[in-house]
Nanobody, 121 residues
Framework: QVQLAESGGGLVQAGGSLRLSCAATGRTFSSSAMAWFRQVPGKEREFVAVISWSGTTTSYGGSVKGRFTISRDSAKNTVYLQMNSLKPEDTAVYYC??????????????WGQGTQVTVSS
């Protein structure tokens, strides 16, 4: 079983930046893809980004493409989400997940507890 812990969320003004981290413990995740999703209360979970186990393949949701960057440090069992040019509509709880190289939340079995990101206008 893998445990995931997100950090780095907080309050930022529109146009600002934040970097989220997700540290994995437990069984090795070096052969798994890592992803970020986000969710606003009352709305469906939204795919943000995914990175392959090797780090060579990435994919982004349409609303964040060009502003967010996903990366991973396998030696540290950590995945990052660099978020630039933040907008109020990026406000959500952000979750990291371990699983296949997919953009579908139902494909992932291991999830973190989430970290709140709030972007003020």
């Amino acid at each position: 079983q893998v445990q995931l812990a997100e950090s780095g969320g907080g309050l930022v003004q529109a146009g600002g930046s934040l970097r989220l981290s997700c540290a994995a413990t437990g069984r090795t995740f070096s052969s798994s893809a890592m992803a970020w999703f986000r969710q606003v209360p009352g709305k469906e979970r939204e795919f943000v980004a995914v990175i392959s186990w090797s780090g060579t393949t990435t994919s982004y949701g349409g609303s964040v493409k060009g502003r967010f960057t996903i990366s991973r440090d396998s030696a540290k069992n950590t995945v990052y989400l660099q978020m630039n040019s933040l907008k109020p509509e990026d406000t959500a709880v952000y979750y990291c997940a371990v699983g296949p190289l997919s953009s579908r939340g139902r494909d992932f079995r291991s999830w973190g507890q989430g970290t709140q990101v709030t972007v003020s206008s």
